[in-house]
């Protein structure tokens, strides 16, 4: 592991502030100013305070209170300058308690003071939406994992805008919506055009439904649908005129989950047609030139193929899309020292050159090698070392406790993992690994869960709130209103324990995860069975959870439990159809007995028939023989009579007689 090395306080010695006046020195220079100085004892009594403490506050032993500042600059006629230094200490002193460094967490709008670094990328995406103003389209910021696109939307684009950055007449009060696509797209995006125009669910819904026409309608400031006319003694819309250029605009961050958590290809193309309905230039109903939205989206870089492969949305990556490298070396500057002279926080010199040391910045040779995913890791690094300050200063000597650069997030997530007690500590992996996705090409990243269905999922949700608060008190976790996700994705890489339950896990987080989708999925569908698991997928997921049985909450098991009874239910059935066969099958070979016993009995009386009538054949034949040969006897007979009658005569001839 890579450690930092302290440096000599030579280098990098510019970095310490002048630090302003104490209060007391100011009221000193004010009191003896000339021309017309006033003396201690003239003060304490012409504001009504004792010498002896007028006297302290000056050498700084006593502060400068509100109201004895107050009271000095009526009598020295300041102006208020001593009550504006006391606020202006007081809030110095507050914004010293408060870490302008999130950590692994993303800069918000409310951040924007802190950040710092990505001007140039700020200024280019306000000028590319510049065009969009006129000519329409999707405006697509592209940026490898820890770049801080996410930072760049909410705290660069979202407070540009609201500071009128747009070249547009009122756009400072157009409504800007930021949200994530999460499992349900078109949904998340109803709900930011009901937040945006401040218009019914229902009208949102039908205007969706109905296509371009309608939103354009909708989002222009008809708040009725063209199948909606208004009646003819209707007075005219108010509003049209305020809001004929008013356009609503939509940040959709982390886009990417689009393709890795919305489960179906159907809510995709919808989600899509509407994006593009709602950014092509329009031209109708009487609005002017342009989209009837402007929309930007924040997405991955490793699934740039993915927006590609979408016809829809790839003619829009070409001339909108914005890509988003590393921070230079003056930017990376810039992010570290900002925020602390902010904030009136004070780097003690050669803390930065060690951070853009170990961030991969060499300052002799001025070579470059720090890839995305250290803005993170720097991050984190600087929020840790913002923990082991020394009064306002922050030192080379606390950055080397938390472990720098590359060690700051292991030593964060090791330290809330073995504080925690043995049964939280041991539904930690169950916790994080819910919040991990694996895409269908096995690479990990993180995912929004729900917090209740993250509880439902465990057998003690006591412990998962356990788990949640102590990870997200170290910046590890971050917790909405009602979602929880992991606050970056560089935890994956850069805590080992984490990374050997991914690895170690991964079929079976697979499957956990495939089997915790379906279970929401036939919940939220009123448990229909027709979503239940069958054969192999079932056996799989019963393995699985018989490994893991920690892992199986209410929802996965009552899933499981009507999977395995719909599979016993189905072999009742089976073996009931299995006997009806056999029985019809014993009936078949009894018939077919019977069959072939009638054919060979019939065939034998046949034959027996044949055979009787053959012999009949043969005596008639022998009958016929019989009557011949009696017939020539006879003949004969009758010759030798006719010859014993006649024995001198000539023999005569004679016909027989015809019988």
């Not at 938390?402 to 060690?407: A, E, F, M, N, Q």
């Not at 917790?479 to 990374?499: K, M, N, S």
């Not at 159809?577 to 046949?606: E, P």
Request: charged share 20%; with cysteine; net charge neutral.
């Amino acid at each position: 592991m890579n450690q930092p090395v302290p440096v000599p306080p030579d280098l990098g010695g510019t970095e310490r502030p002048r630090p302003p006046a104490p209060p007391g020195h100011r009221l000193r220079e004010l009191r003896t100013r000339q021309p017309s100085p006033l003396s201690l004892d003239g003060l304490a009594e012409q504001a009504g305070y004792t010498k002896g403490y007028l006297s302290k506050i000056e050498s700084g032993e006593k502060p400068l209170t509100a109201e004895v500042a107050r009271a000095c600059d009526r009598v020295l006629h300041t102006g208020g300058v001593l009550t504006r230094l006391v606020h202006d200490a007081a809030a110095a002193a507050s914004a010293a308690d408060r870490c302008p460094y999130p950590g692994l967490a993303t800069f918000e709008a409310a951040d924007a003071a802190w950040f710092f670094g990505r001007e140039r990328a700020t200024a280019s995406l306000v000028s590319r939406l510049a065009v969009t103003l006129q000519e329409g389209g999707l405006t697509v910021v592209v940026a490898p994992s820890g770049a801080g696109k996410s930072s760049l939307l909410r705290a660069g684009l979202v407070a540009a805008l609201g500071r009128g950055a747009l070249p547009a007449a009122g756009s400072r009060r157009w409504p800007v919506q930021v949200f994530t696509p999460g499992q349900r797209p078109l949904e998340a995006l109803s709900t930011a055009l009901q937040h945006a125009l401040g218009v019914p669910e229902d009208l949102v819904r039908d205007a969706l439904q109905h296509g371009d026409h309608a939103l354009d309608a909708l989002l222009r400031g008809r708040h009725r649908l063209p199948s909606q006319p208004a009646a003819p003694d209707a007075p005219k819309d108010v509003h049209d005129e305020k809001t004929a250029g008013r356009r609503p605009i939509l940040i959709i961050d982390q886009f990417e989950e689009l393709f890795t958590q919305c489960p179906h290809e159907g809510d995709r193309e919808e989600f899509l047609a509407a994006l593009h309905a709602l950014a092509a230039p329009a031209r109708r109903h009487g609005g002017g030139p342009g989209p009837s939205a402007l929309v930007v989206l924040g997405v991955r870089a490793d699934y740039y193929g993915h927006c590609l492969s979408c016809p829809g949305l790839a003619a829009h990556m070409g001339a909108g899309h914005l890509p988003l490298g590393p921070l230079s070396q003056d930017e990376l500057r810039s992010a570290i020292t900002g925020p602390a002279r902010r904030s009136g926080l004070v780097l003690q010199p050669g803390l930065t050159d060690v951070l853009l040391r170990d961030v991969g910045i060499h300052r002799a040779s001025g070579v470059i090698d720090c890839g995305a995913e250290a803005l993170p890791l720097l991050a984190h690094a600087l929020r840790a070392t913002w923990q082991q300050r020394t009064d306002n200063t922050l030192t080379v000597d606390g950055y080397t406790q938390t472990g720098g650069i590359h060690g700051a997030i292991e030593a964060s997530a090791e330290r809330a993992y073995r504080c925690l007690p043995p049964a939280a500590a041991h539904t930690v992996p169950h916790v994080l690994l819910h919040l991990v996705h694996l895409d269908h090409e096995g690479r990990a990243t993180r995912r929004r869960v729900p917090v209740h269905p993250l509880t439902d999922h465990s057998p003690d949700p006591a412990a998962v709130r356990t788990v949640t608060d102590a990870f997200t008190r170290a910046r590890l976790l971050t917790v909405d209103t009602d979602q929880v996700t992991i606050a970056h994705e560089a935890l994956l890489t850069a805590w080992p324990r984490l990374g050997q339950w991914i690895t170690g896990d991964r079929d079976d987080l697979r499957i956990r995860q495939q089997l915790t989708d379906a279970a929401d999925t036939w919940n939220q569908a009123d448990r229909t069975p027709d979503l239940l698991y069958r054969g192999t997928r079932l056996a799989l997921a019963a393995d699985c959870i018989d490994r893991h049985p920690e892992t199986a909450g209410a929802t996965v098991t009552d899933f499981l439990n009507a999977s395995q009874d719909l599979a016993e239910q189905e072999q009742r059935r089976e073996r009931r159809s299995v006997r009806r066969l056999r029985l019809a099958v014993a009936a078949l070979s009894v018939l077919f007995v019977i069959t072939v016993t009638t054919l060979a009995f019939a065939y034998t009386k046949s034959a027996e028939a044949l055979q009787k009538q053959a012999q009949v054949m043969d005596m008639k034949a022998r009958y016929a023989d019989q009557a011949a040969q009696l017939q020539e006897a006879r003949f004969a007979a009758q010759l030798a009579a006719d010859r014993r009658k006649n024995p001198a005569g000539p023999a005569a001839t004679h016909e027989p007689a015809d019988e």
